[in-house]
């Protein structure tokens, strides 16, 4: 009951009420945390990539998307260098993007749409609500079993944040804030549809289960290209 009902409804109602400033400075750990944890056998953090024209054509990106947003944070854009093919939003304002994301990309389009998505996810404060249900779960049950302690729980809350497993419907939110963001600022959003397609046909081809697995926590894939 502890942990399947009160410390999800408590973090919920944290997310609302925690001021900005506590936010950024969870989301400023704990992406610290995921850098460290994400480059295994060694004691370095995982780079980040920020060759200057990469990241100028990001930084020129996220400030034509950004103008029709009233976050209480500057939005914190990083790139990981990394294979994985994926992106999530942290506390306080930081969104992560992978190499392998923006390698495997077509078009800037449809970054940009998968960068708006993450934005949602932002402004409804999900990521908050994810961090503080995972810390108190990770808690209660320290309390019950005596073995989560240490990196333990930077690697649980690591798994947790990376995948993201949001309910459906704040899935759909965000691709709702992105599908309204991006016709704001006059930008299409069909290549959005065309990555989902094509990550799914990738990820059945090449037997990816748990890519599969984190899309199958997302609306179903037809529903978000329609």
């Given at each position: 009951?502890?942990?399947?009902?009160?410390?999800?409804?408590?973090?919920?109602?944290?997310?609302?009420m925690l001021p900005p400033k506590g936010e950024k400075a969870l989301g400023d750990t704990t992406?610290?945390?995921?850098?460290q944890a994400l480059n295994q056998n060694t004691e370095f953090a995982l780079p980040l990539c920020e060759e200057p024209v990469g990241r100028a054509a990001l930084d020129k990106m996220l400030a034509r998307l950004n103008p029709g947003t009233d976050f209480p944070y500057e939005i914190s854009l990083h790139v990981l260098d990394h294979p994985m093919i994926n992106a999530f939003a942290l506390p306080g304002g930081h969104i992560v993007l992978f190499r392998?994301?923006?390698?495997?990309?077509?078009?800037?389009?449809?970054i940009a749409g998968i960068l708006g998505h993450e934005m949602g996810h932002v402004d409804h404060r999900d990521p908050t609500r994810l961090a503080l249900r995972s810390a108190g779960s990770i808690g209660v049950l320290g309390l019950l079993l005596g073995d989560f302690a240490g990196g333990t729980v930077v690697l649980f809350l690591t798994e947790k944040l990376i995948q993201a497993q949001y309910s459906r419907g704040a899935e759909a939110a965000s691709d709702a804030y992105s599908h309204a963001l991006l016709a704001d600022v006059g930008l299409p959003s069909a290549p959005m549809a065309n990555f989902f397609i094509r990550i799914q046909d990738e990820s059945e081809n090449e037997g990816d289960e748990s890519l599969l697995s984190h899309l199958a926590s997302h609306p179903d894939v037809q529903g978000r290209v329609d």
């Open positions: 009951l502890i942990v399947f009902v009160l410390v999800p409804l408590m973090a919920d109602q944290l997310a609302t992406f610290e945390q995921i850098r392998g994301l923006l390698q495997d990309a077509t078009s800037p389009e449809e």
